[in-house]
């Protein structure tokens, strides 16, 4: 599947304050129990978003002026915990097209750059800023260049980082890595015959066993 | 300067460098299970690709089953499509699966090692971030999300940044009653939860050393938790005992091979190290995990943090966990009352957890107020537990003895909190939601500890009960 080049992200933000946000938190496990992620958009924080008796909260994403937000801005190790890829999925599926925060967890980021959604890094004074503004006038423009690594809003611009690696394969459309990594195939299969326990001591497959522990 | 286990391993795996600047590195074991893998399936599908080498993946079914009435069709009409899509592709694919009726079904990480798939220097993935627990082996184990298992299910290979190497020294030995759950409990307090970006964390000392292979699989496990991807411990004596004789562990002259390979792959002595870090065993206590995070954790006499002595990172993430739990800054962690006790999951499932936790039961009875769960990590630890009469001591304690499975800790099947129910978790993660219900509140502990609990009816020191303790 050929994956399109991206350089610009630009849309409306929305903020969802807070370090160590979890995945817990992101898409609760119990709206995992699906084949596909197809309808996981409107499970985005959904703990968060209402509350026990199905009420609404203030949570940013039912404010109906964040509805038609593309780029997420948070703060802290976002994305921490469960490698789901079922939460950037959600988000995705919500609209989000860039997160922007001061830093992601591994897994997180990994997963957003699977699917397309780049994780963007900037300060804790310059996210605080942008943040403020965005609260101040949800209705602002942001445009992103990845080339660049320039966030522009309105006036203002602020510089973020992308590790080249991921931006080279946002700009090259590249960030679907199941071909790039077929590329390889014949190199694959010599590092795969020379590995120690497949080709002197391949796994035993006759079935016998001892239980758990001695 | 000599080479850690990290960076033979991965030079060992690597296949390319890729445009990106990422490696492309070979993966020898693959583990799927039920939730994340339909949609990599579904993925290939959809670009006729076929999986590359079927004979390294392996599937179980493990966080939908329920671990009480496992008979078909689930009630659950959701996990029953799940299990059945799982049958469906490993049986087009031609991977093998541990069913439930296979006498070998369990929690991926429980049975990864328990089967002897998992060994010392293989790099291994899975869709499930508690995949650093194989690294207690000696492997490279990673934790991926469902667009990376379908890239090593079309590939056997995965695009990988890097990784830095911080090497955790745990020194002294653990005293009776502190566990290996408390040793990671403490370094992710002391590290934080999101200390570990960027790095392997590899384990070792002399406290981690005296561990059985069970008790540093624990670890390894928790690694996540402090926001390092991967963790492990060397090789050593431990590990090949622990190896030997197990399933598809190569036996004979193959084992002897083997040996010769995992010994030679363990760090140099005079490996270079990115970062270290030293921890004291002597020192340390058990610990609760009282927040919404594994590292906002204090030692069972230590009362709970006040606001105005925690750093401005530190104050807003607890003020969040005092907003959710409901504690009260400064008081003592013991003596909290607890609702539900939950031993099992790929931390604490194992069968020497569920002896430690028997141990501390015996003859005795949960308080009346408590419910009290055991769930065995998989089918082969609860056949163990039961040629050793365990379910019936923990019958006659007043707990309930499950099925194998994910059961209580994240909320995929029908063990979940009600309300805002505490529970004495073993399990790995206190996150707001985490065990099920939106205002549920976890205390994570090892598994003596909410033993101890659950007979106390409130968090109380294990140490008071018994002198016993890990090897």
Redesign the interface.
């Given at each position: 599947?050929s994956t399109a080049k991206m350089r610009e992200i630009s849309g409306r933000a929305v903020v969802v304050r807070?370090?160590?946000i979890?995945t817990?938190?992101i898409i609760?496990?119990?709206y995992?129990?699906?084949?596909?992620?197809d309808s996981l958009g409107q499970y985005s924080f959904y703990?968060q978003r209402f509350d026990?008796s199905g009420k609404s909260t203030d949570h940013p994403f039912n404010d109906p002026r964040y509805r038609d937000a593309s780029i997420l801005l948070v703060n802290?190790?976002f994305g921490?915990?469960?490698?789901?890829?079922?939460a950037?999925?959600a988000l995705m599926r919500w609209g989000i097209r860039a997160v922007l925060g001061e830093?992601f967890?591994?897994?997180f980021a990994?997963?957003c750059s699977?699917?397309g959604v780049p994780t963007l890094t900037v300060g804790p004074e310059q996210i605080e800023q942008l943040m403020k503004r965005v609260e101040a006038e949800p209705a602002a423009q942001l445009h992103i260049d990845l080339e660049s690594r320039i966030l522009q809003a309105g006036d203002s611009s602020l510089s973020f980082s992308l590790?080249?690696?991921?931006a080279?394969?946002f700009l090259?459309g590249?960030w679907?890595?199941?071909n790039?990594?077929?590329e390889?195939?014949k190199?694959?299969q010599a590092?795969?015959v020379h590995?120690?326990?497949?080709k002197?001591?391949?796994?035993?497959?006759s079935?016998?066993?001892?239980?758990?522990?001695p | 300067m000599g080479k850690n286990l990290l960076r033979k391993v991965w030079d060992?795996?690597?296949?390319?460098t890729?445009?990106?600047?990422?490696d492309?590195l070979?993966i020898?074991l693959h583990l799927i299970h039920e939730?994340?893998s339909?949609?990599a399936f579904?993925?290939l599908a959809?670009?006729n690709?076929k999986v590359?080498?079927p004979e390294r993946t392996f599937a179980t079914v493990d966080?939908?089953v329920p671990t009480d009435d496992q008979n078909r069709p689930f009630k659950?009409d959701?996990?029953e499509?799940?299990i059945q899509?799982l049958e469906a592709n490993t049986a087009e694919h031609g991977i093998e699966f541990f069913g439930l009726d296979s006498g070998l079904q369990g929690i991926v990480h429980i049975i990864g090692p328990?089967?002897?798939?998992s060994?010392p220097?293989?790099t291994i993935a899975c869709?499930?971030?508690h995949?650093s627990t194989h690294g207690a082996l000696g492997a490279i184990a990673i934790?991926?999300?469902?667009?990376?298992v379908?890239?090593v299910l079309?590939?056997?290979?995965?695009?990988l940044?890097p990784l830095k190497v911080r090497r955790i020294e745990v020194g002294g030995r653990l005293p009776p009653g502190v566990y290996s759950k408390d040793i990671i409990l403490r370094i992710i307090a002391e590290l934080g939860?999101?200390g570990g970006?960027?790095y392997a964390y590899e384990y070792g000392g002399t406290a981690i050393e005296a561990l059985s292979m069970?008790a540093r699989l624990t670890i390894c496990n928790m690694s996540?938790?402090g926001?390092a991807?991967v963790g492990y411990i060397n090789p050593d004596q431990v590990t090949f005992d622990y190896l030997e004789?197990?399933?598809?562990?190569?036996?004979g002259g193959?084992?002897e091979?083997?040996l010769r390979?995992w010994k030679q792959i363990a760090s140099d002595a005079e490996a270079e190290y990115d970062d270290r870090f030293q921890l004291d065993a002597d020192a340390l206590e058990p610990m609760i995990a009282w927040g919404i995070?594994p590292g906002q954790a204090v030692g069972v006499d230590q009362r709970l943090p006040v606001l105005k002595d925690l750093k401005p990172?530190e104050r807003?993430?607890a003020e969040?966990a005092y907003d959710h739990t409901h504690f009260q800054p400064g008081q003592p962690i013991k003596g909290q009352r607890i609702d539900v006790v939950f031993i099992g999951s790929c931390t604490n499932g194992?069968?020497?957890d569920l002896r430690e936790a028997a141990r501390q039961v015996r003859g005795q009875k949960a308080a009346s107020h408590v419910k009290a769960l055991v769930v065995p990590g998989?089918q082969?630890?609860a056949?163990?537990a039961a040629?050793e009469g365990l379910p019936e001591v923990f019958r006659e304690a007043g707990f309930q003895w499950r099925k194998a499975g994910c059961s209580m800790c994240?909320?995929?099947n029908p063990d979940v909190l009600v309300?805002d129910q505490v529970c004495a978790s073993s399990s790995n993660?206190n996150?707001?939601?985490?065990q099920?219900s939106?205002?549920g509140r976890t205390l994570l502990m090892s598994p003596a500890m909410v033993a101890a609990a659950a007979l106390a009816g409130e968090v109380t020191d294990v140490r008071r009960f018994s002198q016993g303790g890990e090897a």
């Open positions: 599947m807070g370090n160590d979890d817990d938190r609760p496990a119990r995992m129990k699906e084949l596909t992620f703990d026990a802290k190790n921490c915990g469960s490698s789901r890829e079922h950037p999925q830093s967890a591994e897994i990994g997963n699977a699917i590790p080249e690696s991921q080279q394969l090259e590249a679907d890595t199941t790039t990594l077929l390889g195939l190199e694959i590092t795969a590995l120690p326990y497949v002197e001591f391949p796994y035993d497959r079935g016998g066993n001892r239980s758990a522990e | 060992l795996h690597k296949v390319r890729l445009p990106s600047g990422q492309q070979c020898g939730v994340t339909p949609q579904a993925m959809e670009r690709l590359l080498h966080h939908i659950d959701l996990a499509q799940m899509a328990e089967l002897g798939l060994q220097g293989m869709g499930d971030s995949t934790g991926v999300g469902t667009s990376q379908r890239d079309a590939t056997q290979t995965l695009a940044n939860v999101k970006l960027g069970e996540i938790e926001g991807r004789g197990r399933r598809f562990v190569p036996k193959d084992f091979k083997a390979y995070n990172g807003e993430a969040m194992r069968i020497s998989s082969e630890v056949e163990q040629a994240l909320g995929m309300g993660r996150f707001i939601g985490r099920g939106p205002k």
